[in-house]
C-alpha cells in the first residue's frame, strides 16, 4: 500500500534539500501540524539512525526510529521506518524550468492492511508534512 503525493515549492532543490540535511531544521518541520520533536540522533548519512520522539498536540509521545537509506542531495532521500508501522518513504525531489522544486513523496506500508488501515490518518498527515516543509524553505529563503 502506497500513498503519493506532490508539492511544488519556489525554491530550488539545494534549498529543499537543506531543510532535511541539517537536524535542527529538520526537526521544525517534521510531522503533522501541532506536533514537536526531540530528536535523540540523526544522522543524516547512508544507512544512519534517526531516533526520535514526536510529540502530539494531544500531550502523547511517539516514539519513532527509522534509517537514512539512500540520500542523493538535491535529488532523493529515502527513509525506512523500522519501528511499526513499517515503511519507506521516498522523497524525490525534481527542479522544475522556474527554479523552484517538485516534491514527490511515497510513503510505501510494509503490510497493506496497516497501510489502509491507517490511510485516514497518513494522507492528510503527509499533506501537513509538505505545508510544514514549504513553510520552513520559504523562511529561511527570505530570511537569507
Known sequence: MTYETSREIAASPARVFAAFADPARLAVWWGPAGFTNTFETCAFTPGGAWKYVMHGPDGKNYPNE???????????????????????????????????????????????????????????????????????????????
Not at 505545508?131 to 520552513?136: F, G
Open 66 to 144: 527509522s534509517v537514512f537509506e539512500v540520500i542523493e542531495p538535491e535529488k532523493r532521500v529515502v527513509i525506512r521506518h523500522v519501528v511499526k508501522p513499517i515503511y519507506r518513504l521516498t522523497i524525490t525531489l525534481e527542479p522544475t524550468a522556474a527554479g523552484g522544486t517538485i516534491v514527490h513523496w511515497a510513503q510505501e506500508f510494509e503490510d497493506a492492511k496497516v497501510g489502509a488501515a491507517l490511510k485516514p490518518i497518513v494522507v492528510p498527515a503527509n499533506e501537513q508534512n509538505l505545508d510544514r516543509l514549504t513553510a520552513e524553505v520559504l523562511r529561511v529563503a527570505v530570511a537569507e
